[in-house]
């Protein structure tokens, strides 16, 4: 097994990490969840997040792995043979995952989102890839066009954080 500290923002998750044959196991604060790596290309991995499949687009540059989950984009900065590696994902702006091309921009500045709420579309390898808001917020700037090459870390829509409800 293997332990690993992950920084998302200012939030340090800690994680091991246990393989079983194909599979990992991956334990964080109680919670175990299983991931297999369905297929491997070179810039897409398929994967199975406890049974759930998931394409999770990727590219690496230098030491650098940006990757889009679920929507949401997270930078991944691995130095090699190190245990511990450093992951962010920009709070109030989305960064491209890869280069891509915009195909469409579906929302506007000023506009206000929910969470989930699709703001682009990409495309990149033969494949759309949308861009979905990581939390709710407001649309406060568009950083690309329609029609135009964008390439990690080239930030897309900077999305300022809707005030917490009390």
Known sequence: MNDYTIVIGDRE???SLARHGSAFEATSAGSVRRIEI???RENEAILLLDGVRHV????RVADTLHFDFGGEIVVAEVAAGARRAKSRQKEHSMAAPMPALVTK???EPGQVVA???PLLILEAM???????APHDGTVEEIRCKAGEMVQPPDDL???????EAS
């Open 115 to 117: 969470r989930g709420t």
């Open 13 to 15: 998750v800690h994680v």
């Open 56 to 59: 999770v687009p990727f590219v």
């Open 105 to 107: 921009i579906l929302v």
């Open 38 to 40: 369905s297929s491997l």
């Open 157 to 163: 829509i900077v999305l300022a954080r809707a005030p």
């Open 126 to 132: 033969k494949m759309e890839h949308q861009i979905n």
